[in-house]
C-alpha cells in the first residue's frame, strides 16, 4: 500500500515529527512524499489502481482552499486530514472531502499514526482477497 504525505516546506517541529513517524511505520518503497499540490495530483492519478492512503497537511486556510480546489481527485480516496487547528469552519471544509480521519497539528500526532497503522493492518488482512474473480 502506497503513503503520500503532502505539506507545504515548513519549520514545524511537530510536522517534522509527524513525517518521521510515517516514515517509520512505511516501507521506504512504498513512501512518496510531495511539496506541491501538482505533484500530489499527479501522485493520485498514477497509482488510482492500487491501495493507497494520502495524508495531507494543511497549515493554513488558504492552503485548504488549494486542497478544496482539487476535490475530485482526492474523492473516493483513503484520506487523512491534519488541520492546523480544532477550528470548526476548518473542520466542515475538510469533510467534504470525506476524508478516513481528520487529525489536528495543536494536538498529539499519536492519532494521526494510529489511524495509520490500523489501515495498513486492514490492507495485509484483505489482500488476499483483492482481485479474486468468480
Known amino acids: 500500500m502506497k503513503v503520500i504525505v503532502f505539506h507545504t516546506k515548513s519549520d514545524n517541529s511537530i510536522l517534522k515529527s509527524l513525517v518521521e513517524e510515517v516514515e ?6 512504498d513512501f512518496q512524499l510531495c511539496h506541491e499540490l501538482e505533484d500530489l495530483v499527479e501522485l493520485v492519478r498514477t497509482i488510482c ?15 485548504l482552499e488549494e486542497l478544496l480546489s482539487i476535490r475530485k481527485f482526492l474523492i473516493d480516496r483513503n484520506l487523512i486530514i491534519v488541520l492546523p487547528d480544532d477550528d470548526r469552519n476548518n473542520g466542515k471544509k475538510a ?16 492519532y494521526t499514526t494510529a489511524v495509520l497503522e ?10 488476499k482477497y483483492r482481485w479474486v474473480y468468480v
Open 95 to 110: 469533510r467534504t472531502l470525506f476524508p478516513r480521519f481528520i487529525g489536528y497539528l495543536d494536538n498529539c500526532y499519536y
Open 118 to 127: 490500523k489501515m495498513f493492518e486492514y490492507e495485509k488482512r484483505n489482500q
Open 49 to 63: 489502481f492500487e491501495p493507497n492512503v494520502s495524508i495531507i497537511v494543511v497549515n493554513n486556510n488558504l492552503e
Open 24 to 29: 517509520a511505520i512505511v516501507p521506504t518503497k
